[in-house]
């Protein structure tokens, strides 16, 4: 159960490891100070186990704390709950079905807070069960900040920076494609206070549609707002997407 219709973003990711490319679906979703995601990859043959997984996605980069591990089945499938100690506590609960690995993230309240309670509770794996689908897309859209965007802060006058829960990368269009075009799009935004990116523009662009795709992309983060004063706030934000051929 998420607080709001969620994001969506579908791509094919490489794992080296297996020398094969995975489908991988991920949503993101934010309400009242919390963002929640979901991420679920292909696993099929030859499947990856979770422990290899672990090790190759979550704790060469991230800052799960591994002696938070707690083992957990859910509708006969076994998996791992870790915490994220920072600044915004997190919760990740990690299962491994039979063709997909599956994350569930929480961000903003420890996991004993009712909300964050609810939402894993919620959660219920298996091939015949009831929901609302989700389409390709940037979710819903907050309402627009109640504070001025024109008195939006930048990066150094807050206390605490926006934490991004969710931000997909862009796809390749294929006109870029055919002409071979490789570099990065830079955009300006405001991530307001009430969990919105809005007033998008572009610093340093590319073309072929490749603008477009970064600021679609942009379009879809969610986050934790920047707090200054003990009050969530809205700032100014740099965005890079690169945009590279293999």
Request: charged share 25%; hydrophobic share 40%; aromatic share 10%.
């Amino acid at each position: 159960m998420l607080p709001a219709y969620p994001a969506m973003a579908s791509r094919k990711v490489m794992v080296m490891q297996l020398a094969k490319e995975r489908q991988q679906h991920t949503l993101g979703a934010y309400a009242d100070g919390l963002a929640f995601t979901v991420l679920c990859v292909e696993n099929s043959s030859p499947r990856e186990s979770l422990d290899d997984y672990l090790e190759r996605e979550i704790f060469t980069h991230a800052g799960w704390e591994r002696s938070s591990q707690k083992e957990l089945t859910l509708n006969g499938f076994k998996g791992q709950q870790y915490i994220l100690p920072d600044k915004i506590p997190g919760t990740m609960q990690i299962f491994a079905t039979r063709n997909h690995i599956c994350r569930f993230h929480a961000f903003g309240a420890t996991v004993d807070d009712a909300r964050i309670q609810q939402f894993f509770s919620s959660l219920t794996l298996g091939d015949k069960n009831a929901g609302i689908e989700v389409k390709e897309g940037s979710g819903a859209q907050s309402k627009a900040a109640t504070q001025d965007n024109a008195n939006a802060f930048t990066i150094k006058e807050v206390d605490r920076r926006p934490f991004v829960a969710f931000r997909p990368e862009p796809s390749y269009t294929e006109e870029a494609r055919q002409n071979a075009l490789s570099g990065s799009v830079l955009l300006k935004a405001i991530f307001t206070a009430d969990g919105a990116v809005t007033n998008i523009k572009v610093a340093s662009g590319l073309p072929y549609g490749l603008e477009e795709k970064a600021i679609e992309a942009a379009k879809k983060i969610k986050f934790i707002p920047a707090m200054k004063d003990g009050k969530l706030v809205s700032t100014w934000m740099q965005l890079e997407y690169n945009f590279n051929l293999y």
